[in-house]
């Protein structure tokens, strides 16, 4: 992981982008190294506008929820960075500018020609895709995961380089209800999305055309259609020390809890996450779980040990409770 020097590994990613551009479609590694730059130039501090907006309504008796816009703080680190793969975490800094809350927030891991893609297909269900080698020639998949690392959705698609921007826009693809509307919505069951990143000069953007669809009763149909756009304008933030700390303190809680996951993954043909029995999302105890751990009320083993049994509890993987590394000899 790297916190010293990650602005200015930010500002040379970026730099590479725009310097390259010209010359992107030279050889296969020339656009590599330009995929890489562009995904490493997402690292850094950010102004961020959250703001979502449904626009048509498709069923006639349907109306529109009023806009929501969202201010934000954050602070995106790379926590892998191979020839092939990265990851980003993003980190949410909350209330006062010199003293800040901080909550982890998304995480996007993108692997170059992946031989599969995760699928999610409605209900608390995912599943795999199987790609060929003519799929995923020179594409790149960015699979998108929760607060608390479990899956959201995945896409697949080409980087385009220009002079003065990098964009990655892949197929139509299903993900869940956000938190925005799960917390206080039940009229419809997934959102159809298209996603679309642009690296720029001054920061990025992420794009996403929602279609919000109905499923149950063994029935599709489309309710309202919605523009989201997220926008990531570097800055120098206050505060960002709080961030440094919580992550030197949960990292290794952290990787535990994505170590997990990829045991679920590569059991799975089909998994699924559910809610207790009580309503309780999963992201509630594993949150509460690493939060111990930043303020030295539990150890990392320890905090691990007990969100594992909750994942345990409330993920099936083909029908049956996982098996968890770390847990059966705790």
Same mark, same amino acid.
């Given at each position: 992981?790297?916190?010293?020097?990650?602005?200015?590994?930010?500002?040379?990613?970026?730099?590479?982008?725009?310097?390259?551009?010209?010359?992107?479609?030279?050889?296969?590694?020339?656009?590599?190294?330009?995929?890489?730059?562009?995904?490493?130039?997402?690292?850094?501090?950010?102004?961020?506008?959250?703001?979502?907006?449904?626009?048509?309504?498709?069923?006639?008796?349907?109306?529109?929820?009023?806009?929501?816009?969202?201010?934000?703080?954050?602070?995106?680190?790379?926590?892998?960075?191979?020839?092939?793969?990265?990851?980003?975490?993003?980190?949410?800094?909350?209330?006062?500018?010199?003293?800040?809350?901080?909550?982890?927030?998304?995480?996007?891991?993108?692997?170059? %020609?992946?031989?599969? &893609?995760? #699928?999610?297909? =409605?209900? *608390? +269900?995912?599943?795999?895709? $199987? /790609?060929?080698?003519? @799929?995923?020639?020179?594409?790149?998949?960015?699979?998108?995961?929760?607060?608390?690392?479990?899956?959201?959705?995945?896409?697949?698609?080409?980087?385009?380089?220009?002079?003065?921007?990098?964009?990655?826009?892949?197929?139509?693809?299903?993900?869940?209800?956000?938190?925005?509307?799960?917390?206080?919505?039940?009229?419809?069951?997934?959102?159809?999305?298209?996603?679309?990143?642009?690296?720029?000069?001054?920061?990025?953007?992420?794009?996403?055309?929602?279609?919000?669809?109905?499923?149950?009763?063994? %029935?599709?149909?489309? &309710?309202? #259609?919605?523009? =989201?756009? *997220? +926008?990531?304008?570097?800055? $120098? /933030?206050?505060?960002? @020390?709080?961030?440094?700390?919580?992550?030197?303190?949960?990292?290794?809680?952290?990787?535990?809890?994505?170590?997990?996951?990829?045991?679920?993954?590569?059991?799975?043909?089909?998994?699924?996450?559910?809610?207790?029995?009580?309503?309780?999302?999963?992201?509630?105890?594993?949150?509460?779980?690493?939060?111990?751990?930043?303020?030295?009320?539990?150890?990392?083993?320890?905090?691990?040990?007990?969100?594992?049994?909750?994942?345990?509890?409330?993920?099936?993987?083909?029908?049956?409770?996982?098996?968890?590394?770390?847990?059966?000899?705790?």
């Amino acid at each position: 992981m790297r916190l010293d020097g990650w602005k200015s590994a930010a500002a040379a990613g970026l730099a590479a982008v725009i310097c390259a551009a010209a010359a992107w479609a030279e050889t296969p590694g020339s656009r590599l190294e330009q995929d890489r730059a562009a995904i490493l130039a997402m690292e850094g501090e950010y102004a961020v506008t959250f703001d979502f907006r449904e626009h048509l309504p498709i069923d006639a008796d349907y109306e529109l929820h009023d806009q929501k816009v969202t201010p934000a703080r954050e602070v995106v680190y790379v926590i892998a960075d191979e020839t092939d793969f990265i990851s980003l975490q993003h980190l949410l800094l909350v209330g006062p500018a010199d003293a800040p809350i901080v909550i982890k927030h998304w995480r996007q891991d993108w692997a170059y %020609e992946p031989a599969r &893609l995760m #699928r999610y297909r =409605g209900f *608390n +269900t995912w599943d795999f895709a $199987e /790609l060929s080698p003519e @799929q995923t020639a020179g594409a790149w998949s960015q699979t998108v995961y929760q607060v608390d690392d479990s899956p959201r959705y995945a896409g697949l698609a080409r980087w385009i380089h220009e002079v003065n921007a990098s964009t990655w826009e892949p197929a139509v693809s299903w993900r869940p209800l956000p938190r925005r509307d799960a917390t206080i919505r039940e009229d419809y069951d997934v959102i159809e999305a298209v996603n679309r990143h642009t690296v720029t000069e001054w920061g990025w953007t992420h794009e996403q055309d929602n279609t919000k669809l109905i499923l149950r009763d063994g %029935e599709r149909r489309a &309710l309202v #259609r919605e523009h =989201g756009i *997220n +926008t990531y304008r570097s800055t $120098e /933030l206050a505060g960002t @020390q709080a961030a440094t700390e919580y992550w030197e303190a949960t990292q290794d809680y952290w990787a535990l809890i994505r170590n997990a996951w990829s045991s679920v993954f590569e059991a799975a043909g089909e998994f699924t996450v559910d809610d207790d029995a009580e309503g309780t999302h999963l992201y509630m105890p594993l949150l509460s779980a690493g939060q111990d751990v930043a303020n030295g009320e539990a150890g990392t083993q320890d905090a691990y040990r007990a969100a594992a049994a909750v994942m345990a509890a409330q993920v099936r993987v083909n029908g049956a409770e996982p098996v968890l590394p770390g847990l059966s000899d705790s």
